[in-house]
T-cell receptor, first 114, second 110 residues
Framework: EAGVAQSPRYKIIEKRQSVAFWCNPISGHATLYWYQQILGQGPKLLIQ????????DSQLPKDRFSAERLKGVDSTLKIQPAKLEDSAVYLCASSSPRGADTQYFGPGTRLTVL | QKEVEQNSGPLSVPEGAIASLNCTYSDRVSQSFFWYRQYSGKSPELIMS????GDKEDGRFTAQLNKASQYVSLLIRDSQPSDSATYLCAVRGSSYKLIFGSGTRLLVRP
């Protein structure tokens, strides 16, 4: 079974630029999560999708961050414009309806904002 | 007060010893508790989940939960250098989302 795929693995941009991250969850996993992990901290949930609907986006900075999961499969997270404090690893995770407590994480995208 | 608190470490133990990792949480209605292992530069991996008071054992790992004290711990027996990683405690509380602690770095000395 293929794991959660993410791209790119690394991205360096300057502040005020825009960036997009892509995630493809494990096949059959209806729930998809985007986390932000700042160095030295634990992951923080940004947004959770159930199929293509948003379950929780309470911690998503909506003035600059957006996410979509149009067909209920892969997802894109966008930051526009980026700030220095957005430097972090962006992790995508997915879980199946029967194993909702087990979240499988992708390798992450390390974003550096200069 | 942080929702999930862990000592950042590093916790250094000799090979073969028991490593004890601790976590406290603030949401009294939390029902689900998890331990994730994260190697440097890698993504978190679930190693244990626990839902009721007491101990739960899986191989060399034992998770312990005390809801009255709002305390969860992870014991690693016969620690190996390959256990050196950051261990993240995560709690699912009243908001139903996972809240992670900042993690404890464990170093197992050969």
């Amino acid at each position: 079974e293929a794991g959660v795929a993410q791209s790119p693995r690394y991205k360096i941009i300057e502040k005020r630029q825009s960036v997009a991250f892509w995630c493809n969850p494990i096949s059959g996993h209806a729930t998809l999560y985007w986390y932000q992990q700042i160095l030295g901290q634990g992951p923080k949930l940004l947004i959770q999708f159930q199929n293509n609907g948003v379950v929780d986006d309470s911690q998503l900075p909506k003035d600059r961050f957006s996410a979509e999961r149009l067909k209920g499969v892969d997802s894109t997270l966008k930051i526009q414009p980026a700030k220095l404090e957005d430097s972090a690893v962006y992790l995508c995770a997915s879980s199946s309806p029967r194993g909702a407590d087990t979240q499988y994480f992708g390798p992450g995208t390390r974003l550096t904002v200069l | 007060q942080k929702e999930v608190e862990q000592n950042s470490g590093p916790l250094s133990v000799p090979e073969g010893a028991i490593a004890s990792l601790n976590c406290t949480y603030s949401d009294r209605v939390s029902q689900s508790f998890f331990w994730y292992r994260q190697y440097s530069g890698k993504s978190p991996e679930l190693i244990m989940s626990i839902y009721s008071n007491g101990d739960k054992e899986d191989g060399r790992f034992t998770a312990q939960l005390n809801k009255a004290s709002q305390y969860v711990s992870l014991l690693i027996r016969d620690s190996q250098p390959s256990d050196s990683a950051t261990y993240l405690c995560a709690v699912r509380g009243s908001s139903y989302k996972l809240i992670f602690g900042s993690g404890t770095r464990l170093l197992v000395r050969p």
